[in-house]
T-cell receptor, first 114, second 107 residues
Framework: EAQVTQNPRYLITVTGKKLTVTCSQN?????MSWYRQDPGLGLRQIYY???????DKGDVPEGYKVSRKEKRNFPLILESPSPNQTSLYFC?????????????FGPGTRLTVL | KQEVTQIPAALSVPEGENLVLNCSFT??????LQWFRQDPGKGLTSLLL?????REQTSGRLNASLDKSSGRSTLYIAASQPGDSATYLC??????FGKGTKLTVNP
């Protein structure tokens, strides 16, 4: 089944404890991105990647890191999480760039930082 | 800066009714417009993608239209069912999302 998977689905952590949220897609998509969704603010892009080893900042990149060493994987790293990063996170992918192609989303990761 | 608005924020209808959801955007220079549904606690499921050069797309009971000149897209749902209850979001050029319309279809 063609899909985008994320792990973990739920995570509660404490301020300053480094964490990684994994994202993987099995559709051979070139483009991948991370979003956060907050009440009243909607979905905002954190980082995106046009292909392996090519990443760039979205609208809200502060406090996050990403890497794209393999085409299928695009992990999101929070090196020192803070409570304002409590949010619902989504990974998405599309065949090529998001300007012309349909985006497919993962199931989401609900992160709580205490 | 592109802004996307979805009004109303919530809509409740009886089962069987045909309905229209709205998505407005401020900059007509768009590449595409995509409609999603989001169930509580779940991810976004792609419903329809309309390219900039297209006027509409159809899938089953869903029909999405695009009018760039007026900065509007509509999602028409025919013969609504309780299973259609969800939040519907639109996204412009894959990047700017509306805040969604929460649809409740009552049996």
């Amino acid at each position: 089944e063609a899909q985008v998977t994320q792990n973990p689905r739920y995570l509660i952590t404490v301020t300053g404890k480094k964490l990684t949220v994994t994202c993987s897609q099995n559709m051979n998509h070139e483009y991948m991105s991370w979003y956060r969704q907050d009440p009243g603010l909607g979905l905002r892009q954190i980082y995106y990647s046009m292909n392996v080893e090519v990443t760039d900042k979205g609208d809200v990149p502060e406090g996050y890191k990403v890497s794209r060493k393999e085409k299928r994987n695009f992990p999101l790293i929070l090196e020192s999480p803070s409570p304002n990063q409590t949010s619902l996170y989504f990974c998405a992918s599309s065949l090529r760039d998001f300007l012309y192609n349909e985006q497919f989303f993962g199931p989401g990761t609900r992160l709580t930082v205490l | 800066k592109q802004e996307v608005t979805q009004i109303p924020a919530a809509l409740s209808v009886p089962e069987g009714e045909n309905l229209v959801l709205n998505c407005s955007f401020t900059d007509s220079a768009i590449y595409n417009l995509q409609w999603f549904r989001q169930d509580p606690g779940k991810g976004l499921t792609s419903l329809l993608l309309i390219q900039s050069s297209q006027r509409e797309q159809t899938s089953g009971r869903l029909n999405a239209s695009l009018d760039k000149s007026s900065g509007r897209s509509t999602l028409y749902i025919a013969a609504s069912q309780p299973g259609d209850s969800a939040t519907y979001l639109c996204a412009v050029s894959g990047l700017v999302f509306g805040k969604g319309t929460k649809l409740t279809v009552n049996p």
